[in-house]
């Protein structure tokens, strides 16, 4: 069960331009919403994160949009810059463990 | 830096062998988890400690992984008799003030 939805899938940006990836929840119970970085062959790291007491936050070009009555967020990145290219992953965590559920996946390319 | 190392980086094996990875925090947390994560998937939970306690498996954690925290700060995990399918890459994380922070991860590729 899927209890976190990540779109897009894939996402293709020109260098300075504006990156946009969304994610949808499901649990209502969840209190707390980071953004993960991932590179090729490392683990993922952790970008921003959020909790749903405020309905923004940013972090230099990195922005996190908070939307409780739709039960959405949102990662922006302003400027978006080739080293950016990643993929790029919305989580939540769940149950009385907090274990990380995540969103499946974003893969960014910003082109020079 | 994480302050999470993970041994070995990679690992190839042949179908059937047994296999062990670990995990080695920087500095002690009571919580340690284990994901894996295939090809074009976000990490996906197996299990966690709670100190030297394995208070949640997921329904992935087959009857041929398992998992050690002896002390409460290293982990182990086995993996026995080795199926293709297995092949993914295995983190670890600890958690820091409700955030979880990942190493690096073990690539395991089976034959």
């Known amino acids: 069960q899927q209890q976190v939805k990540q779109s897009p899938q894939s996402l293709i940006v020109q260098k300075g331009g504006i990156s946009i990836i969304n994610c949808a929840y499901e649990?209502?119970?969840?209190?707390?919403f980071p953004w993960y970085q991932q590179f090729p062959g490392k683990g993922p790291a952790l970008l921003i994160a959020?909790?749903?007491?405020?309905s923004e936050k940013k972090e230099g070009r990195f922005t996190i949009s908070f939307n409780k009555s739709a039960k959405q967020f949102s990662l922006h990145i302003m400027d978006s810059q080739p080293g950016d290219s990643a993929t790029y992953f919305c989580?939540?965590?769940?149950?009385?463990?907090?274990?990380?559920?995540f969103g499946a996946g974003t893969r960014l390319t910003v082109k020079p | 830096d994480t302050g999470v190392s993970q041994d070995p980086r990679h690992k190839i094996t042949k179908r059937g062998q047994n296999v062990t990875f670990r995990c080695d925090p920087i500095?002690?947390?009571?919580?340690l988890y284990w994901y894996r994560q295939t090809l074009g998937q976000g990490p996906e939970f197996l299990t966690y400690?709670?100190?030297?306690?394995?208070?949640?498996k997921s329904r992935l954690l087959s009857d041929r992984f398992s998992a050690e925290r002896p002390k409460g700060s290293f982990s182990t995990l086995e993996i026995q008799r080795t199926e293709q399918g297995d092949s993914a890459m295995y983190l670890c994380?600890?958690?820091?003030?409700?955030?979880?922070?990942f190493g690096p991860g073990t690539r395991l590729t089976v034959l």
């Open positions: 989580a939540a965590p769940s149950g009385n463990n907090n274990d990380m559920r």
């Open positions: 649990n209502t119970a969840f209190d707390y």
């Open positions: 959020i909790r749903p007491d405020v």
């Open positions: 500095s002690e947390h009571n919580r």
């Open positions: 400690f709670q100190n030297e306690a394995q208070l949640e």
């Open positions: 994380a600890i958690t820091r003030a409700d955030t979880q922070y």
